[in-house]
């Protein structure tokens, strides 16, 4: 039975007997040394590539850390990748069926997970066309925020009221994306109205010196204001004047409250709707009714 054991052939021809062999068994100890020697070689040369990489954006600030992040992740996997297909070849596996397994496999799963491909494909192109990058200001599909994190999955933004917003990036590539900190200005943009009655001469002049008294409004590119529409119960003025972009909403904010403060003191009024409301009783209208014939 032991002799029918040992002669059966169990693995590439070989029966047990050959494979507890003395040089079958060195030659298999000299194969694990040198996959695990092969091993530690790959990972430290993908860490350290990896970090070389990142290295190349910690000295340019110019460059987008997200993109040599990334980029920094994906060689690392690459040569980990080749580093488990030579470990398979040193023990006499054939890397190209391997390869053509993994294709096979991974057509199978890009198939059933259609949608979150469709997010890592959209992430691709977000971080390498970079229409956004990490602290700027954005509206995407109507969620606005500061973007906090690029993934290939999804971005990540800190709401105006510092909620966490997680959007799918196939969502953001594939809509409107308004990019709030990607130029150094912003026009800020108001409509003052005054009194008809009002000298619109002081007017303006009292608008324009308040908004441009501030230190935050820039004189070039020039700032203009103009009387913009007559409307019911107003002249209204269109002012808008540069402002850098990160002082925009508050500056925004400030210059209301102070041009209103400034035509209170100037003495223009600023008009408010009104309506004239004429009532009319049954019998006053039967009276004019009888008078009329």
Do not use: C
């Not at 470990?87 to 993994?102: D, E, K, M």
């Not at 925009?248 to 003191?265: C, G, I, P």
């Not at 009319?280 to 009329?292: E, L």
């Amino acid at each position: 039975m032991l002799d029918q054991l040992l002669t059966t052939p169990i693995m590439n021809g070989r029966s047990l007997g050959d494979l507890l062999t003395l040089d079958y068994l060195v030659g298999l100890f000299g194969n694990v040394l040198t996959a695990i020697l092969i091993l530690i070689a790959g990972f430290f040369i993908a860490g350290w590539l990896k970090r070389r990489i990142e290295a190349l954006s910690a000295r340019h600030t110019r460059l987008d850390d997200t993109l040599f992040d990334f980029l920094g992740n994906i060689v690392r996997y690459v040569v980990i990748g080749f580093a488990f297909l030579f470990v398979l070849n040193t023990f006499g596996v054939q890397t190209t069926s391997v390869v053509a397994v993994i294709g096979a496999a991974g057509l199978a799963v890009g198939l059933a997970l259609q949608g979150t491909l469709s997010n890592v494909a959209a992430g691709v192109m977000i971080v390498f066309f970079r229409p956004f990058k990490l602290g700027d200001f954005v509206d995407i599909n109507g969620k606005m925020g500061t973007v906090k994190s690029i993934n290939l999955n999804y971005t990540e933004l800190a709401s105006i009221g510092n909620t966490q917003v997680i959007v799918p990036n196939s969502q953001v590539w594939g809509n409107v994306i308004e990019n709030y900190s990607h130029y150094p200005l912003r026009r800020a943009e108001w409509t003052f109205g005054v009194a008809y009655g009002a000298n619109l001469k002081v007017a303006e002049e009292t608008i324009l010196s308040t908004i441009m008294g501030d230190e935050r409004s820039l004189s070039d590119p020039e700032p203009f204001i103009q009387v913009n529409n007559l409307g019911d119960s107003s002249v209204d003025f269109l002012v808008r004047v540069w402002v850098p972009a990160s002082e925009f909403f508050k500056y925004q904010a400030d210059m209301k409250r102070r041009v209103k403060e400034a035509l209170d003191a100037a003495g223009v009024e600023i008009p408010f709707p009104y309506r004239t409301v004429v009532v009319q009783r049954d019998g006053d209208a039967a009276a004019a009714g009888a008078a009329a014939d």
